[in-house]
């Protein structure tokens, strides 16, 4: 067990912890201030993956729908010890932009949402979710192959803190696995998440039916934070259509549909990354 040697105020939990703070977008720096030895992060997560269009064939026996974009990798609830005084250094990462290709292309991956200290170093990099992609389509055939996006992983650099109390922003006195307010619910917790989705084999391979002028609604994007956040909605072929909505919170985006009334529907980008933290002095 690691041993911290702090002044403990009247309250028996040290000094009290800072308001939460959120992230959402874009890299720059902030210090951890005097007497603080910890960071919570309530949640972080990299960016998620964009999604395909939909598209429609003259002559091929089938059409398709744009696959799922993959989420991002994620933290919820974790603590990391780091260095009263120390510049701590972030970037939030964007949402890949949705795939714009017919028969062949590549939707954007998300990118990644990374945190490191001037004396802590690397605490971690939570990369984003994968773009779908298809290719090897043609207007009369054949029709094209069709790829999810993948899931990002969670790479945990900075030394984790499990054991411990602290003095909450109320002056209330808490073990630190009492933080389970993050997007999963669980103290100390993080992981690699999920890969966009993909409807099964319609006799035309994954992500297209059977038959010409046959319908088939898009793909979800890939849930983020263990299923906690839900990926974008695939677009509808129902009627004129709908297109695929976009992911939020680091999941995928959705996939558009194809054969509706007036013609495919685009597929949709993925969530932006975000990180929420406070300092701790922990005992």
Partial sequence: MTHYSLLIGSSGGGIAATSFVELTSGSSTFSVPTGYNAIHIQYAVGAGGGAMRGADYDKAGGESAGAGGGSGAFISDKIFSVTAGETITYAVGAGGARGTGVYSGSAGDGTDTTLSGSTTGAIFTLSGGGGSSCANGGVQGPVRDNTAGTAGSATINGTAITSGIFSDSDN??????????????????????AVGNISGDSGQGPGNCNGDNCR????????????????GAGGSSVGAGTAGTAGTRGSGGGGGAAQVNSGSTQGAAGGDGEIKYRFLQVI
Avoid: E, M, Q, R
């Fill in 216 to 231: 088939i609604n898009g793909n979800d994007g890939a849930d983020s934070y263990d299923g906690n956040i839900l990926g």
């Fill in 172 to 193: 209330s006195i808490k073990n630190v696995t009492s933080n389970t307010s993050g997007p999963t619910t669980t103290f100390n917790d993080s992981g690699d998440v």
